[in-house]
């Protein structure tokens, strides 16, 4: 059985309370119109992973494998479905498999990171997926990688300053009629569920710096897959 981890408000800098603030006070139905069924779904994690690299405060993402039958090519924070071992899924549960996935997805160690927030239920209508949010302080950074090429292609990090940029920000439109927050960051473009996290967490944070959100760009325009 996974040990679970603490989640712990104080000892953050700075530049992340407001983050934290936000978590605490952020209404479901304020970060999606996607909202959990009252039964059924499956119970994932997601850990939205904050550091201090080398470029000022950034978060943690992956780009999952092309050879994956969903999600294939895609930015994502790094979580999956609970396991058993995670515990209860209305308690340590999200919080313990968000670490695990993240560790078994980029070798991350788990002891170097605080959780100091989760944020409330979301769901992907698309995939049946529950997913919880898990916040996280990267207080002791260790060396990241994909673990599993098959699974994971790249692991990287994107500094805080590049997703408020307004000229990184955009909405996207998908074939299927979808839109929703986008951001252009490197050669990737982060869309979807990510995105909606991220746009919701700077919004409510008051990280947020104006961008037109008029601007609408083609998801067909980019490689996904």
Excluded: C, K
């Excluded at 679970?4 to 408000?9: E, G, L, N, P």
């Excluded at 960051?185 to 409510?204: M, N, Q, S």
């Amino acid at each position: 059985m996974t040990s679970a981890a603490q989640v712990i408000r104080e000892g953050l800098p700075d530049w992340l309370a407001p983050v934290r603030d936000a978590a605490e006070r952020v209404q479901p139905h304020q970060l999606s119109r996607f909202l959990p069924p009252a039964e059924g779904g499956r119970r994932s994690a997601v850990l939205v992973l904050f550091g201090e690299g080398p470029h000022g405060p950034d978060l943690l993402l992956i780009e999952r494998s092309r050879s994956l039958r969903s999600h294939a090519g895609q930015p994502s924070f790094p979580g999956g479905a609970l396991d058993p071992e995670d515990g209860d899924p209305l308690g340590p549960g999200p919080v313990n498999a968000a670490l695990r996935e993240a560790r078994e997805e980029t070798g991350l160690d788990p002891a170097g990171v605080q959780v100091f927030g989760v944020l409330p239920d979301l769901y992907i209508p698309v995939s049946d997926f529950v997913v919880t949010p898990v916040l996280g302080w990267w207080r002791e950074p260790s060396p990241v990688g994909p673990v599993d090429p098959g699974e994971v292609a790249a692991v990287f990090r994107v500094p805080v300053a590049e997703l408020t940029a307004p000229e990184r920000r955009a909405r996207i439109r998908h074939p299927s009629g979808f839109r929703g927050p986008a951001f252009l960051v490197e050669d990737r473009l982060v869309w979807g569920f990510t995105a909606g996290v991220i746009d919701r967490i700077l919004h409510y944070s008051g990280l947020e710096r104006p961008w037109d959100t008029t601007r609408e760009i083609e998801l067909s325009s980019y490689a996904q897959g």
